[in-house]
T-cell receptor
Framework: KAGVTQTPRYLIKTRGQQVTLSCSPI?????VSWYQQTPGQGLQFLFE???????NKGNFPGRFSGRQFSNSRSEMNVSTLELGDSALYLC?????????????FGPGTRLTVL | AQSVTQLDSHVSVSEGTPVLLRCNYS??????LFWYVQHPNKGLQLLLK??????LVKGINGFEAEFKKSETSFHLTKPSAHMSDAAEYFC????????????FGSGTQLTVLP
């Protein structure tokens, strides 16, 4: 089975711009979660989508949003970029078969905001 | 609420010697616990997970962890370190029934000396 894929792998943007990141989960997985990783804050949960609905949300401003399509692929969008948004954004998918589910992570998208 | 504390930000060992990475958790519910590893510029790979079936959990690449409820600990061990083990390791907790929202520790950077 192919793993979680994320595109693009690297992005450079300037302050004030917006960006869209894409995630394709493992085939058959319906849950997709997003995480932000920075040296200062570590790994933080952004949100989780299941069957095209946001099911959980972390403590991030409304500039961070996402969506999920009927094929379970997910996108996250960051509007009005700030320097502090520079981070590795990781996507993870799971089969959502129960509470002991494992999340499988993609390689991440490295976003640099100048 | 749930949280994870990784007691060492950096650990150095010599190749062929044992590895011990320490993790304490706090959870109001019965937790699921995970160890993930991240190699440079890569995503997160699952090493092992605890889901209450057995307190001693064996993972990939010779790693194992023991769940000790009385000590609220979930330390990661390996009998003999290999150069390829050099990476960052994350202890992760999720609340039973909500496995899709993970709370990460701050990470332990493992260095393996020749």
């Amino acid at each position: 089975k192919a793993g979680v894929t994320q595109t693009p792998r690297y992005l450079i943007k300037t302050r004030g711009q917006q960006v869209t990141l894409s995630c394709s989960p493992i085939s058959g997985h319906r849950s997709v979660s997003w995480y932000q990783q920075t040296p200062g804050q570590g790994l933080q949960f952004l949100f989780e989508y299941f069957s095209e609905t946001q099911r959980n949300k972390g403590n991030f401003p409304g500039r961070f949003s996402g969506r999920q399509f009927s094929n379970s692929r997910s996108e996250m969008n960051v509007s009005t970029l700030e320097l502090g948004d520079s981070a590795l954004y990781l996507c993870a998918s799971s089969s959502d078969r129960g509470w002991a589910d494992t999340q499988y992570f993609g390689p991440g998208t490295r976003l640099t905001v100048l | 609420a749930q949280s994870v504390t990784q007691l060492d930000s950096h650990v150095s060992v010599s190749e062929g010697t044992p590895v011990l990475l320490r993790c304490n958790y706090s959870s109001s519910y019965s937790p699921s616990l995970f160890w993930y590893v991240q190699h440079p510029n890569k995503g997160l790979q699952l090493l092992l997970k605890y889901t209450s079936a057995a307190t001693l959990v064996k993972g990939i690449n010779g790693f194992e962890a023991e769940f000790k409820k009385s000590e609220t600990s979930f330390h990661l061990t390996k009998p003999s370190a290999h150069m390829s083990d050099a990476a960052e390791y994350f202890c992760v907790v999720s609340r039973t029934g909500s496995a899709r929202q993970l709370t990460f520790g701050s990470g332990t950077q493992l260095t393996v000396l020749p």
